[in-house]
Every structure is written in structure tokens, then in C-alpha cells.
T-cell receptor, first 113, second 114 residues
């Protein structure tokens, strides 16, 4: 099973809030889990990525939490800002080659001022 | 450092017509990808090149889609004949090598098939 299921489809928070985006996968062979951020009219850009040997990774205001037994991972954005308004895609792959990257459906995040 | 360049940004065609998209990856990036992103969905890989050789084209609809990467740099994706369901954004991405975790995407070419 190659699917990556992402929720919610859309999310609205106030500035300073902590939006959380969740993803679930079935294929236990997946061993690389990146998150991409996409602004309107732009291509996706890598935000942060995690391997299954750690349960959490932080980069600035962005944190990935990873639960290997539940086959779930999530993105938390601390102190969210209007500039964080974008579509966020989780993805998973076996190895780091882009040819094996399976993307979720995306979450459209709006951070209100 | 210049990013991934794509053209045209927008294209509107009638069904059964043909269209071609061009991509120039980041200098020095050996691996090039074409993804299809339908509105409201995540990108889906169409084809991956390593230098000028095809690594993976298992999801490319070969009856109508073709792609080439001559001289291991620029690439062209062609659709002929186009169908209504080909309406999407076609994203080109590149990475330093086959196993590089980070893909660098262009801004995409938005195709509308009427």
C-alpha cells in the first residue's frame, strides 16, 4: 500500500496558534518522511524531514512528531504567523530518492492576523 | 543560485491538441523529475531522469506522454493528444543526485485542456 493519508484538508488558526497536520501511512518499508510547503503559484519546497529512528525533530518553529508503531506522523507549527499560510504536503518514501516519494493530498493552512 | 526554470507558465489548449513543457534544472543537478499536480491533490511522479537516462517512468501514460532529457541538462515533456483530464500543473524538480533527499521544484506549468 503506497498511500499517505493527510488530514485535515484545510485549517484556519489565529496568529500565534499551533496548527497540527496529521499523516498516516500503511507501508512499513517507508523510511523517509519529508514535509513540503507550497505557496500559491510556486512549487513545493522542502520544509523539514524525519527518519523513523527518532520520534521528534525540530527546526525553528516547525516540529515533526513521529509514531512508528501507529504509522503516523504530524507537523506542528509553533507561534504560527500569517506568512505561514500555505499548503502543506506530507510525503513518504523508501530511501530518499524522489522517484519513490508518495505525497499526501495536502492541507491548506490559513493563519489569520 | 538560480532555481529550476520552467516554461511556459500557463497554456490553454483544446483537447486532442499537443503541448510541450520545458525545464532547466539547477546547475549540477544530475536527477530531474516531472510531476503532475491535479488541483487539490499532491504531486504525482511521471518520470525521473538520472543524467540523460530514464530511471522510472512507470506512471507515465506512454500512449500520450513523452519526455526527454538531451545532454543530461534541459528536459521537455510532451503531451499528444491532450485529454481533458490532463488539466493540471506540471512540476519539474531536480536534485543533486539520485538519493538526495531534497527535491527543488520549479514554479510549474499550468495546463488547461478545453
Amino acid at each position: 500500500q503506497q498511500q499517505v493519508k493527510q488530514s485535515p484538508q484545510s485549517l484556519i488558526v489565529q496568529k500565534g496558534g499551533i496548527p497540527i497536520i496529521n499523516c498516516a501511512y500503511e507501508n512499513t518499508a517507508f523510511d523517509y518522511f519529508p514535509w513540503y510547503q507550497q505557496f500559491p503559484g510556486k512549487g513545493p519546497a522542502l520544509l523539514i524531514a524525519i527518519r523513523p529512528d527518532v520520534s521528534e525533530k525540530k527546526e525553528g518553529r516547525f516540529t515533526i512528531s513521529f509514531n512508528k508503531s501507529a504509522k503516523q506522523f504530524s507537523l506542528h507549527i509553533m507561534d504560527s504567523q500569517p506568512g505561514d499560510s500555505a499548503t502543506y504536503f506530507c510525503a513518504a518514501s523508501i530511501g530518499t530518492s524522489g522517484s519513490r516519494l508518495t505525497f499526501g493530498e495536502g492541507t491548506q493552512l490559513t493563519v489569520n492576523p | 543560485e538560480a532555481g529550476v526554470a520552467q516554461s511556459p507558465r500557463y497554456k490553454i489548449i483544446e483537447k486532442r491538441q499537443s503541448v510541450a513543457f520545458w525545464c532547466n534544472p539547477i546547475s549540477g543537478h544530475a536527477t530531474l523529475y516531472w510531476y503532475q499536480q491535479i488541483l487539490g491533490q499532491g504531486p504525482k511522479l511521471l518520470i525521473q531522469f538520472q543524467n540523460n537516462g530514464v530511471v522510472d517512468d512507470s506512471q507515465l501514460p506512454k500512449d500520450r506522454f513523452s519526455a526527454e532529457r538531451l545532454k543530461g541538462v534541459d528536459s521537455t515533456l510532451k503531451i499528444q493528444p491532450a485529454k481533458l483530464e490532463d488539466s493540471a500543473v506540471y512540476l519539474c524538480a531536480s536534485s543533486l543526485s539520485f538519493s538526495s533527499g531534497e527535491l527543488f521544484f520549479g514554479e510549474g506549468s499550468r495546463l488547461t485542456v478545453l
